[in-house]
């Protein structure tokens, strides 16, 4: 049984398919996942002192600053770079597979 808050598998699919497409089109969205996915492998002391700088650069709003926090700490960004770079990898063997026909 899914949490309350939780949205549906459903929901949370076409969420992670707009974010894959979006890093597909756009090199600097890859970047930054590419960043962050090798942020939240650090371990938890040096994440936590990574999100401070996120923080103390006054770059970010405090909703970007909670999400990249979420995305660090919980992992997910790694999750998320790790199927960016499956789906780019199909694309890739498909792209070739067409051309040798």
């Known amino acids: 049984m899914e949490h ?12 992670l398919a707009v974010i894959v497409d979006r890093c597909l089109e756009s090199e600097a969205a890859y970047k930054l996942f590419d960043m962050l996915g090798a942020v939240s492998r650090l371990d938890m002391e040096d994440r936590l002192e990574y999100i401070e700088l996120v923080k103390d650069s006054g770059l970010y709003t405090d909703e970007e ?8 700490v919980s992992g997910t960004a790694g999750y998320f770079k790790d199927v960016i770079d499956q789906v780019r990898e ?10 040798l026909v």
Do not use: C, F
Request: hydrophobic share 35%; charged share 35%; glycine share 0%.
């Open 90 to 99: 199909e694309q890739v063997h498909r792209e070739i597979d067409q051309m």
């Open 65 to 72: 600053i909670n999400a990249i926090e979420r995305l660090i």
């Open 4 to 15: 309350l808050d939780t949205p549906p598998a459903s929901e949370r699919n076409e969420r």
